[in-house]
């Protein structure tokens, strides 16, 4: 199973490559192009994973599973709910979840499987998405929970979950997947507060990609979060989030105390 990840170096210096056990083979050109093995092979010990793609947007999915749709009340949406969060929000694993500036109120988790798109894809049809898809990895939709209905008038959906450090990405992206047969885990400080199984999902991840799509074109790196399901929480200061998918790898974050 391939494991593709970016890394960087202890000189500072930056790479990609496939991850094997605890070897990982660098690779040179584009990792959604021409990638070629460079002639270099690293111990996993001497590599910091950064977040593996890097978007020009992440589109994040909402109402997406039968059973927190069921428990809002709300009806199966005829087409993908979602709102679009900037590349800026973006982070690896490990890396700290950040506070906003003057903000105190919720910071709320969201473990969800991540669609990592691998070639530019326009009003393609579900029969076609899965040539677009270049793998799969774990996110963490972190939200400011306090901010998306302070003004009555307007869901703020984007501001609230588009802070920098609220798009969590990682470790790996997985091309041999099969989402069908996996859940997400999330834990709060080793607690379980999310299991839920990736084939509740309304609309598959071909569906996802086709229906996009033709909203809007999606570019090699672009990640779609497919949704959460029940059992999203606050996280407290100082707290770790790990979202867990089978076949993919442990993505763990903490909120930083520091701003």
């Known amino acids: 199973m391939k494991s593709w990840i970016r890394f960087r170096l202890a000189d500072g210096q930056m790479g990609f490559g496939v991850q094997e056990r605890h070897r990982v083979t ?5 990792m959604f192009g021409d990638a070629v093995p460079s002639g270099n092979v690293l111990s996993r010990d001497d590599v910091t994973l950064l977040n593996p793609c890097v978007p020009t947007k992440v589109v994040a999915l909402w109402n997406n599973f039968h059973a927190l749709s069921e428990k809002l009340g709300k009806a199966a949406p005829s087409h993908p709910l979602f709102l679009i969060k900037p590349p800026t929000s973006v982070i690896g694993p490990g890396e700290p979840i950040r506070r906003p500036k003057d903000y105190s109120g919720k910071i709320a988790y969201e473990g969800e499987l991540a669609i990592v ?46 802070f920098d450090t609220f ?9 041999d997947f099969d989402w069908r047969t996996a859940s997400v885990v999330t834990r ?14 309304i609309f598959s991840p071909a569906e996802q990609v086709s229906l996009i799509s033709h909203d809007m074109t999606l570019l090699p790196g672009d990640v779609i979060a497919c949704g959460t399901s029940i059992g999203v929480g606050s996280i407290k ?10 076949g993919i790898g442990v993505l763990s974050n903490a909120l930083s105390t520091e701003i």
């Open 26 to 30: 660098e690779y040179e050109g584009d």
């Open 237 to 246: 200061d100082g707290s770790t989030v790990d979202v867990s998918i089978d």
């Open 117 to 162: 798109i691998g070639k530019r894809c326009r009003n393609v049809s579900v029969e076609e998405a899965n040539d677009h898809i270049f793998g799969f990895t774990c996110i963490n939709d972190v939200t400011a929970a306090e901010l998306l209905n302070e003004d009555v008038n307007f869901a703020q959906w984007c501001r609230s979950k588009g």
């Open 188 to 201: 709060l400080d080793e607690v379980e507060r999310q299991n839920y199984p990736l084939a509740d999902m």
């Open 167 to 175: 798009s969590c990405i990682g470790p790996v992206i997985q091309r």
